[in-house]
Structure formats: structure tokens, C-alpha cells
């Protein structure tokens, strides 16, 4: 499979590169420490005076965000989600996960059932299929039978236990997870005095502003190969979503974005939605939506808890 990146700091390549993973520089009283977050790169930058305290906050940051992994992730067997999608049953959830199941059916609610959680069936069936080299699509028969073990009216929840209630279900927190680890690092932060700082966490969170008093900035990838499209970020966060971010096979026809109506990967949705929200969580997951379905068909900004949307059609 391929992936690509579609959001950036601005100008923190030239800024960072060739730094090892977890190492830490001070540039005009701004602090960084570069990772791998639920397998991909994540990057937090905060102001600060004193460079041993801003290591310590970063230690409790990066802290909190492997205790999170250990919640989230897909490929550690022993996470809470890969437990509760092995055995279907997960007693004594952790708080965050509830959080983030519940802000899915919300948002899948908002948005007529496109953002999906349930679709990680369908999700193996595409990754396996294509894995054996065949350029064929999977045949109709088994993706009626992935399409069979989903649905976000088969899980239930509450703080005693999740349970998945139909045999061979599985969820994926990939379109949700990534903005809810960058708000729960943004309190983090803020609840250990921080009042600027930039979170990557695969989609972004900010706080306050760069050193310079100015706002942080963000790049937003053009699928069409263009410069990036610098965005002003004093708070909040931006999410992007793309058929291109994830794909199967080399034509690019089938991708991660699968539509839950169907079973096939969306054909009919834009190259790339942008997203700004209060919530890196609500932004992560609306982007999702809207690169699912066309425009017309979705709500409107206000009306799912958004602020801003870029959508780029394709060329």
C-alpha cells in the first residue's frame, strides 16, 4: 500500500531535518520533539523559556501519547481496540475510547451514516485481496459479506463494556484517532502551563502562537502537485482527508475512503477535503465524511461543527 502526507508545518523541514527521532532543539525559544505516532510521524513544538522544563513537559506529552497508542491502535495486539475486535467484547473500556466511539456516532449521525467506524471488514478484505498481487477488484460476493459485519447500529457502549454485535465485526479508529490524540496532547500541555504550542499528530492542534507573536502556520498539500496552501492556525485544528492518502493498488481506484452504503471505495467524492474545527477529533472525522460523498449530499459547515472547509475537486 501506498500513503501519503497532506498536511505540514510550515517550514519545518528546513527546520528539523536530519534531526533523530525524540531529540530535542531549541530555535528562538521553541522546542520540539519529532516521533512516530499509531505508525506515522508526529511532531510537537511548544514556546517556552527554560529548556530543561520544556523537556519535562514534552516527557509527559509523549507519555500520554503512547498511554493513547496503547488504546488506539490496530497493529499492537494487546491495545484495547485490537482486544475488543478479536473477542467482539471489551469490558472496562478505557475513558478515551468511549470518547472517541462516541463522537463517531455523532458525526456518523451528522453525516447520514458516510463516517463509519464499522468498516474495517471491508477495510481488511481490500488490504488482503490486493496483497496477493491480483489487479482485479475482490469479487462482489465477498464484499457483500465484509459489508455484512458492519454497521454503527451493532455497537453498543457505555463505561461497563463495548460490544460488537454482530460475528466478525471490527472498527477502525484511523479517520478519528489521530485528531483525538492531538486534543488530549493539547490539554496535556495546557494543563502544565503551555499556552503556545503546535501539535502533528497526522492532523493538526494549536494553541496560541509561534515565538514571533505571529500564528502558527500550516500547509495544505494540492493534490494537483501545486505549492501548498499556507493557513494561519492561532487555535484549533486541521484535519485532511484523501483517496490518494491511503491506497490499495497503483491506479489509485481503490483506496481507504470506502463508503459504508456500498462497500466500495468512494468514486463519486472529492481529491481532498480540509477541515478546521475546534476539535482536531471533529475535524479528523468530518474530513473523512466529506472526501466520501459529494458535497451536495453532506451538511453544511455550521451544521457539522465546523468552521472551515477547502474542498479540491479532482482535476
Do not use: C
Amino acid at each position: 500500500m501506498q500513503r501519503r502526507r497532506f498536511l505540514s508545518i510550515a517550514g519545518a523541514s528546513l527546520a528539523v531535518a536530519g534531526l533523530p527521532a525524540h531529540h530535542l532543539a531549541a530555535r528562538s525559544r521553541t522546542w520540539r520533539w519529532r516521533g512516530i505516532a499509531l505508525g506515522a510521524r508526529a511532531e510537537l513544538r511548544l514556546v517556552h523559556e527554560d529548556e530543561a522544563a520544556a523537556e519535562a513537559v514534552i516527557e509527559r506529552a509523549v507519555a500520554e501519547l503512547r498511554r493513547l497508542e496503547a488504546t488506539f491502535s490496530l497493529y499492537d495486539p494487546n491495545s484495547a481496540l485490537s482486544r475488543l475486535n478479536r473477542d467482539g467484547h471489551l469490558p472496562a473500556p478505557p475513558f478515551e475510547l468511549l470518547e472517541v466511539l462516541a463522537e463517531a456516532r455523532r458525526v456518523h449521525a451528522l453525516t447520514a451514516g458516510a463516517f463509519d467506524v464499522t468498516v474495517q471488514p471491508l477495510w481488511q478484505l481490500y488490504r488482503a485481496h490486493f496483497a496477493t498481487g491480483i489487479e482485479t477488484p475482490p469479487e462482489a460476493g465477498a464484499i457483500a459479506a465484509a459489508l455484512a459485519r458492519t454497521g454503527m447500529d451493532a455497537v453498543d457502549f457505555d463505561s461497563r463494556a463495548v460490544t460488537l454485535g454482530r460475528p466478525g465485526m471490527a472498527l477502525t479508529l484511523n479517520g478519528i484517532a489521530q485528531g483525538a490524540i492531538a486534543d488530549r496532547l493539547a490539554l496535556v500541555l495546557q494543563e502544565a502551563g503551555i499556552v503556545d504550542t503546535l501539535i502533528d499528530t497526522g492532523e493538526i492542534r494549536a494553541l496560541g502562537h509561534r515565538p514571533d507573536g505571529r500564528p502558527w502556520q500550516v500547509g495544505l498539500a494540492d493534490p494537483q502537485g501545486g505549492s501548498p496552501r499556507p493557513v494561519a492556525l492561532e487555535k484549533g485544528a486541521i484535519a485532511t482527508s484523501s483517496p490518494a492518502g491511503t491506497l490499495f493498488e497503483p491506479t489509485g481506484r481503490f483506496h481507504h475512503l470506502i463508503d459504508p452504503r456500498t462497500g466500495y471505495p468512494a468514486a463519486a467524492g472529492p481529491a481532498q477535503v480540509s477541515v478546521q474545527a475546534d476539535s482536531a477529533m471533529r475535524a479528523d472525522a468530518v474530513s473523512t465524511a466529506l472526501a466520501l460523498r459529494p458535497e451536495a449530499e453532506m451538511p453544511g459547515p455550521a451544521r457539522l461543527g465546523v468552521e472551515r472547509v477547502w474542498i479540491v475537486a479532482h482535476a
